[in-house]
């Protein structure tokens, strides 16, 4: 790679760029952005607003001012006021801040947002008060909607607004994008790109794409002086981050092809519809996928965004007749006086994250869960030094069509990560440049509103994070989730008439009662 790239400005930015949170994601970020984005005068600046004193050391070394204010409900007005005003930039890297919160205060303000998850404040996430469905990421995301679909109505020049946009959430629909592409050439013979939801959502259902997975295995392991002690949660990107989403409901875009319904399974009573949850937590859920250097691994069902937004905007819907309307319709001399046809879903592709950390994260997620779902003592994030090899597979895998399976994604080893920049593991490097890649395409449209991952150009922010993604590449394979079944014991409650079905995919599939579908949710 020429490494002049590295250090290439990539766009100019005129105003203030604040950091709410300053954890590993955001210490990760940092030096990229300096290096990249070129401010534009000596009144512009980089601030952080944070909870605690973690990366002041780096904050201090790249000469970034650091301030420790906690953000709540009653001052993140307050805070935030002092140091934002129209064309600034807020990156929330934060967690238990509300983002939807924050979202509000930049919409009024003329302030672009970026984050990487959307945060509800502390306590959501376990609060038994709320319904499972009130705690997960669909209901985050429906909350998000809502206000986009509330400022449509009286439109105005409105800042960019991205949540959910680091690796995954993020480049895993750049990814997606990439795959249908690539298969697009390869068994259609066609190299023209889709333009619009419409045309992507036609593009994955031609292609007969049942599954996408956000496929991830972490190989990176500890110097044995630095690996995990008893009562510890490490892992190698964000501690809090995984406790959060680990413990929310497991979720996942579910699909017009599955048969048969989880009994642990819930549709949502409100929003688009395009998921379910699982009435348990996601670290407790694991599932079946595959990598091209991992081979086949089972990886942790967590709740993840992207799953959502990914089936959500692949679906496509056709307006028929429904229900009793049929035989009225067919009776019927004269037609109705009304359109008879009702806008149906008719494709829509099952999504969801397979996730396999590295090994002391699963021993952390055993000690977590034997636990009872209850935090322990200590959280420790690997630094870039504390690890001694191993690298973060991240990728799309695109199940269903002629050729059975297609991964696209990033292979990253620790000694890359060292090689590119500082403060980084693999996997924080490869979130880090899911927010570079995010923040240069925000300041080159700033005035997009509220948008999600899928309505970027995926070419453009693949262009910027690239350099830092490792060996960016695609595999096919022949791996199904029924390969080597049923050894060395039977299996019953699996469907060999179609490999790519839920509950062939889903592990430990023990669980009895699973029904029937007479039909698939459409959109409220």
């Not at 140091?83 to 801040?97: C, E, P, Q, R, T």
Request: proline content about 6%.
């Amino acid at each position: 790679m020429n490494t002049s790239v590295l250090s290439t400005p990539l766009c100019q930015f005129g105003g203030t760029i604040l950091f709410v949170g300053f954890g590993t994601v955001a210490q990760a970020v940092l030096p990229l952005l300096l290096r990249h984005v070129n401010l534009s005068s000596s009144k512009d600046k980089i601030v952080i607003v944070t909870s605690d004193n973690r990366g002041k050391e780096v904050a201090d070394e790249l000469g970034v001012e650091h301030h420790v204010l906690p953000i709540t409900r009653e001052n993140y007005s307050i805070i935030l006021s002092k140091h934002l005003k129209k064309g600034d930039f807020l990156v929330n890297l934060s967690v238990n801040v509300s983002s939807l919160a924050l979202m509000e205060f930049c919409i009024e303000r003329g302030v672009m947002y970026l984050d990487t998850c959307i945060e509800p404040w502390e306590g959501v996430y376990t609060n038994m008060d709320l319904s499972p469905s009130h705690r997960s990421n669909y209901y985050l995301r429906e909350e998000v909607m809502a206000l986009r679909d509330k400022l449509m109505k009286d439109p105005m020049n409105m800042p960019t607004i991205l949540p959910t946009h680091g690796a995954n959430p993020g480049l895993i629909s750049h990814f997606v994008k990439q795959g249908l592409v690539n298969l697009s050439q390869d068994l259609l013979g066609r190299t023209d790109i889709p333009k619009s939801k419409r045309e992507w959502a036609a593009l994955a259902r031609e292609l007969n794409i049942k599954v996408i997975h956000c496929s991830e295995r972490d190989t990176q392991v500890a110097f044995p002086e630095t690996r995990k002690k008893k009562g510890e949660f490490v892992n190698t990107w964000s501690a809090d981050g995984f406790i959060s989403e680990g413990s929310q409901p497991s979720e996942l875009g579910w699909g017009t092809h599955e048969k048969s319904f989880p009994p642990d399974g819930h549709l949502h009573e409100f929003g688009c519809q395009a998921a379910i949850y699982l009435n348990r937590p996601g670290a407790s859920v694991q599932v079946r996928t595959w990598a091209p250097t991992a081979g086949p691994f089972h990886g942790f069902l967590i709740t993840h965004s992207e799953a959502i937004s990914i089936s959500n905007y692949l679906t496509v819907k056709e307006k028929r007749l429904t229900g009793d309307k049929v035989e009225d319709y067919k009776e019927s001399k004269v037609g109705y006086d009304d359109d008879p046809l009702e806008e149906v879903v008719v494709y829509r592709p099952t999504c969801h994250y397979a996730y396999h950390p590295c090994d002391d994260t699963v021993l952390s997620v055993d000690e977590f869960a034997a636990n009872n779902w209850q935090k322990l003592e200590n959280h420790r994030v690997y630094r870039q030094e504390e690890i001694a090899d191993g690298i973060d597979e991240l990728g799309a895998l695109l199940m269903g069509h002629e050729k059975g399976a297609y991964w696209f994604g990033s292979k990253l080893s620790i000694q890359e990560a060292r090689s590119l920049a500082p403060y980084n593991t693999a996997t924080s490097l490869q979130i880090a440049s899911g927010v570079l890649g995010a923040i240069v395409w925000c300041i080159e449209n700033p005035t997009k509103g509220i948008i999600e991952p899928e309505d970027m150009d995926y070419r453009r922010v693949l262009e910027v994070a690239t350099p830092y993604l490792g060996n960016v590449s695609g595999a096919y394979t022949t791996w199904t989730p029924l390969v080597g079944r049923s050894f060395p014991f039977p299996e019953e409650n699996i469907d060999e008439s179609d490999p790519w079905q839920f509950k062939n995919i889903r592990c430990l599939n023990v669980l009895s009662n699973w029904k029937p579908i007479k039909s698939h949710p459409s959109s409220n």
